[in-house]
């Protein structure tokens, strides 16, 4: 089984996969705060998610509705930042697409679809 992060790659999300497993989803979202490894940053891949972003939660709600809380403020974060999260947590979700919803400092983004 494998692990896929949304990294960035010229502006643009860009699946990436990962060797691993049974990692929560919370797990999956500190690898993406600790940004690419040195072989994905060779081929130009970067992260917009910053690293004291973490650690997360992830909570389920009804209807496939999923909030990921941040340990910063939501509002801070770029727009692909946020769709770096929501397509990452999604593809952890087994089943339907999730709709989710990234909270931090009190601010909420979403809830939001994966675009990619």
């Given at each position: 089984?494998?692990?896929?992060?949304?990294?960035?790659?010229?502006?643009?999300?860009?699946?990436?996969?990962?060797?691993?497993?049974?990692?929560?989803?919370?797990?999956?979202?500190?690898?993406?705060?600790?940004?690419?490894?040195?072989?994905?940053?060779?081929?130009?891949?970067?992260?917009?998610?910053?690293?004291?972003?973490?650690?997360?939660?992830?909570t389920?709600?009804?209807?496939?509705?999923?909030?990921?809380?941040?340990?910063?403020?939501?509002?801070?974060?770029?727009?692909?930042?946020?769709?770096?999260?929501?397509?990452?947590?999604?593809a952890?979700?087994?089943?339907?697409?999730?709709?989710?919803?990234?909270?931090?400092?009190?601010?909420?983004?979403?809830?939001?679809?994966c675009?990619?």
């Amino acid at each position: 089984m494998k692990t896929t992060l949304y990294l960035v790659k010229n502006g643009r999300l860009s699946a990436v996969t990962r060797p691993g497993r049974g990692l929560s989803q919370a797990d999956v979202l500190a690898l993406l705060a600790a940004g690419p490894t040195a072989t994905e940053q060779a081929h130009g891949l970067t992260t917009g998610v910053p690293p004291d972003a973490g650690p997360f939660s992830v909570t389920a709600k009804p209807a496939g509705h999923l909030v990921v809380t941040l340990s910063t403020p939501a509002g801070e974060l770029s727009t692909l930042a946020v769709e770096q999260i929501v397509c990452t947590v999604a593809a952890t979700a087994p089943g339907s697409p999730a709709r989710i919803t990234v909270v931090g400092a009190g601010r909420s983004i979403g809830p939001r679809d994966c675009p990619a």
